[in-house]
């Protein structure tokens, strides 16, 4: 969008510039087309990088196909109902908008103690995939889950699961 506000933009001064022949194109001999190319390129460059970071790509998840991954998956290890206490894992009631390490009575690792993050769609979307490299040193002894889809399902669980 910028980028197209900005090409805009620089079509407008081209034509109004006295290089201009009066054609609707990108002159690079003209002086604002030089001066907004860099700037261009970068806005360009920073819209893909934008693009590809954006976990905007968390598909759709469904809770019900969650609750079945839960079950098989996580559940020998966490407990997710309120006051169900501590298995291998913490319990995971409450899990979203909460930092890690804050379960009263879990010994946690230094590790998932200090990662200092904030659990959220996009957080457990990251650390499903590869809990060992989104917090190394953390004792969870899970390889993760590698389909997107498996993971957008368990996080609309947990959406759902650990706050009812
Ligand atoms: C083999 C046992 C095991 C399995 C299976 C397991 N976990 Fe864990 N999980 C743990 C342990 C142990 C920790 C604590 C890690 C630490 O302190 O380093 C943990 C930590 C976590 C945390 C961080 C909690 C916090 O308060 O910071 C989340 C989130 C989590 N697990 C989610 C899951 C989900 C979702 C699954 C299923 C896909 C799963 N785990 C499967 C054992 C397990």
Same mark, same amino acid.
């Given at each position: 969008m910028s980028y197209l506000m900005l090409?805009?933009?620089?079509?407008?001064q081209d034509a109004q510039s006295p =290089?201009?022949?009066g054609r609707? +194109?990108?002159r690079y001999d003209n002086r604002i087309g030089k001066l907004f190319f860099p700037f261009f390129f970068l806005l360009l460059l920073?819209?893909?990088y934008n693009c590809l970071n954006q976990n905007g790509d968390i598909p759709k998840g469904d809770s019900t196909k969650g609750a079945k991954l839960? /079950? +098989?998956r996580c559940s020998q290890c966490h407990k997710i109902e309120a006051g169900a206490g501590n298995g291998i894992g913490p319990n995971?009631? $409450? =899990?979203? $908008?909460r930092k890690t390490g804050q379960v009263e009575g879990y010994d946690y690792t230094e590790a998932? /103690?200090? /990662? $200092?993050i904030t659990w959220t769609d996009e957080t457990l979307f990251e650390y499903l995939e590869k809990p060992k490299a989104y917090i190394p040193g953390t004792k969870m002894a899970f390889a993760g889950l590698k389909k997107k889809n498996d993971r957008a399902d368990l996080i609309a669980y947990l959406n759902e699961?650990?706050?009812?």
């Open positions: 090409r805009l933009l620089c079509i407008q =290089l201009s022949t609707l +194109t990108f920073l819209h893909y839960f /079950k +098989t995971l009631h $409450g =899990l979203i $908008g998932n /103690k200090s /990662k $200092g699961a650990a706050t009812s």
